[in-house]
Nanobody
Framework: QVQLVESGGGLVQAGGSLRLSCAASGRSFSSYAMGWFRQAPGKEREFVAAISWIGGSIYYADSVKGRFTMSRDNGKKTAYLQMNSLKPEDTAVYYC????????????????WGQGTQVTVSS
């Protein structure tokens, strides 16, 4: 198990950018796939992006392709989500997740979660 702490959320105007970070503690971070999910009020948690343990494969939800970029630094035990051209519909609590298994877009497949960080995009 790894422990995850997100940071970098905040309030930004539409068209702006934010960079989320997910710091992990525990052993074997580099063996975990990492993911970002988000949950807006009254909606289910949805997949945003995921990256394989070595960073060779990265997947994005269609709604964020071309605007968001996920990366990881195994030496720093940190995953990142660079969010550009933000839209009001991106407003949500963003959660970091880790999994020793394969990457999945279903949130129930991920074993470890952070506490979340709020992202609010004003129009």
């Amino acid at each position: 198990q790894v422990q995850l702490v997100e940071s970098g959320g905040g309030l930004v105007q539409a068209g702006g950018s934010l960079r989320l970070s997910c710091a992990a503690s525990g052993r074997s971070f580099s063996s975990y796939a990492m993911g970002w999910f988000r949950q807006a009020p009254g909606k289910e948690r949805e997949f945003v992006a995921a990256i394989s343990w070595i960073g060779g494969s990265i997947y994005y939800a269609d709604s964020v392709k071309g605007r968001f970029t996920m990366s990881r630094d195994n030496g720093k035990k940190t995953a990142y989500l660079q969010m550009n051209s933000l839209k009001p519909e991106d407003t949500a609590v963003y959660y970091c997740a880790a999994n020793q298994g394969s990457i999945a877009t279903y949130s129930g497949s991920w074993g470890s979660w952070g506490q979340g960080t709020q992202v609010t995009v004003s129009s």
